[in-house]
């Protein structure tokens, strides 16, 4: 059992006088107080929400919100999900939070649905909204931080289109979800393609989360006929890309281009399967986040999201001390 000791009270007399003197003059020598600890004013709350499959990129946003919430004195709620965990779970964990009183929710939203229906109810009880890497601002999201998704594309596209000295086949891997962030991006890099002249679009496939799902969809994509270049759409995708690559011997002289930081997609960079990575600072993201959940908190009042630039990475630049610090800012 822990029990909270009290001082005593000193009596009232003249060695008495002389021995609260004393005290005093202890406390205020050792910077210390009476108070008791449990009446201490408690830290404001934020919830951080994982992202569904956080991987790498989850644990800089953590890590960027954690540095945030430090700063500015705030205690932070980071809540984690099950590998196999999707946006219901997701979703569920957000409005748990709600219900517990989190002065504010930071979320990276698997989906439309699941940020609409934690702005409404977070709406309703008065707790602000903080969208991570979603651009949307819907009822009940007060302040966003993304990156624009159709620039990144763009930028994809023109790598890609370069590895190939601007002529050769292509072929998009994307997903199997409708996420906007996603179509922008090939959206984009569509539009590279066709400025440049040069690259024929062959078609392309779809895979879900699934690593193994994405691999035979890129080999029905291979198997469809000579491809120059392959511009993977997510994580997944490009690690199914990758892997099917590989199998075939074929390393180098199909480039693929894709998005994201993953340690295992760092490697296949380095091993020349991977080609080119656009990169988010997720540190930064996770920061700014806590940042504006404070300034709406105190008042302030935001109607467009804040953009963030992205890198291109590649095997050459990847240990320049810039790109290190948005590949591993868990590293000191």
Same mark, same amino acid.
């Given at each position: 059992?822990?029990?909270?000791?009290?001082?005593?009270?000193?009596?009232?007399?003249?060695?008495?006088?002389?021995?609260?003197?004393?005290?005093?003059?202890?406390?205020?020598?050792?910077?210390?107080?009476?108070?008791?600890?449990?009446?201490?004013?408690?830290?404001?709350?934020?919830?951080?929400?994982?992202?569904?499959?956080?991987?790498?990129?989850?644990?800089?946003?953590?890590?960027?919100? *954690?540095?945030?919430?430090?700063?500015?004195?705030?205690?932070?709620?980071?809540?984690?999900?099950?590998?196999?965990?999707?946006?219901?779970?997701?979703?569920?964990?957000?409005?748990?939070?709600? *219900?517990?009183?989190?002065?504010?929710?930071?979320?990276?939203?698997?989906?439309?649905?699941?940020?609409?229906?934690?702005?409404?109810?977070?709406?309703?009880?008065?707790?602000?909204?903080?969208?991570?890497?979603?651009?949307?601002?819907?009822?009940?999201?007060?302040?966003?931080?993304?990156?624009?998704?159709?620039?990144?594309?763009?930028?994809?596209?023109?790598?890609?289109?370069?590895?190939?000295?601007?002529?050769?086949?292509?072929?998009?891997?994307?997903?199997?979800?409708?996420?906007?962030?996603?179509?922008?991006?090939?959206?984009?890099?569509?539009?590279?393609?066709?400025?440049?002249?040069?690259?024929?679009?062959?078609?392309?496939?779809?895979?879900?989360?699934?690593?193994?799902?994405?691999?035979?969809?890129?080999?029905?994509?291979?198997?469809?006929?000579?491809?120059?270049?392959?511009?993977?759409?997510?994580?997944?995708?490009?690690?199914?890309?990758?892997?099917?690559?590989?199998?075939?011997?074929?390393?180098?002289?199909?480039?693929?281009?894709?998005?994201?930081?993953?340690? *295992?997609?760092?490697?296949?960079?380095?091993?020349?399967?991977?080609?080119?990575?656009?990169?988010?600072?997720?540190?930064?993201?996770?920061?700014?986040?806590? *940042?504006?959940?404070?300034?709406?908190?105190?008042?302030?009042?935001?109607?467009?999201?804040?953009?963030?630039?992205?890198?291109?990475?590649?095997?050459?630049?990847?240990?320049?001390?810039?790109?290190?610090?948005?590949?591993?800012?868990?590293?000191?």
């Amino acid at each position: 059992m822990i029990r909270t000791f009290r001082p005593q009270r000193l009596p009232i007399g003249p060695m008495g006088c002389f021995a609260a003197l004393v005290a005093v003059l202890i406390l205020l020598t050792s910077c210390s107080s009476d108070t008791d600890p449990d009446e201490a004013p408690e830290l404001q709350h934020i919830a951080l929400v994982a992202p569904v499959h956080a991987e790498e990129q989850g644990d800089a946003i953590r890590l960027g919100a *954690e540095a945030a919430a430090k700063e500015y004195g705030l205690a932070l709620d980071y809540v984690s999900l099950e590998p196999s965990d999707d946006e219901a779970e997701q979703l569920q964990a957000a409005l748990k939070m709600l *219900e517990k009183g989190a002065s504010a929710i930071l979320i990276d939203p698997a989906s439309e649905a699941v940020l609409q229906e934690i702005g409404k109810q977070a709406a309703a009880a008065g707790t602000p909204v903080i969208a991570l890497n979603d651009e949307r601002m819907t009822t009940g999201i007060l302040s966003a931080i993304a990156i624009n998704n159709e620039a990144a594309g763009r930028k994809a596209g023109e790598q890609l289109a370069d590895l190939l000295e601007s002529r050769g086949t292509v072929a998009i891997l994307r997903s199997d979800r409708e996420d906007p962030d996603l179509i922008a991006r090939e959206k984009g890099a569509k539009q590279a393609w066709s400025d440049i002249g040069g690259i024929e679009i062959a078609g392309g496939a779809a895979c879900g989360k699934r690593e193994d799902a994405c691999w035979q969809a890129a080999k029905q994509l291979l198997d469809q006929g000579a491809i120059d270049g392959i511009l993977a759409l997510d994580i997944q995708a490009s690690l199914g890309a990758a892997k099917e690559v590989a199998r075939r011997k074929v390393q180098g002289e199909i480039k693929i281009v894709t998005f994201g930081s993953d340690l *295992e997609q760092l490697q296949l960079l380095q091993d020349g399967v991977l080609h080119k990575l656009v990169v988010q600072n997720g540190f930064s993201t996770g920061y700014l986040g806590v *940042e504006q959940a404070v300034k709406v908190m105190g008042g302030s009042r935001y109607d467009k999201p804040i953009v963030l630039e992205t890198k291109v990475i590649d095997a050459d630049n990847m240990f320049w001390m810039d790109n290190q610090k948005v590949l591993f800012p868990f590293v000191k």
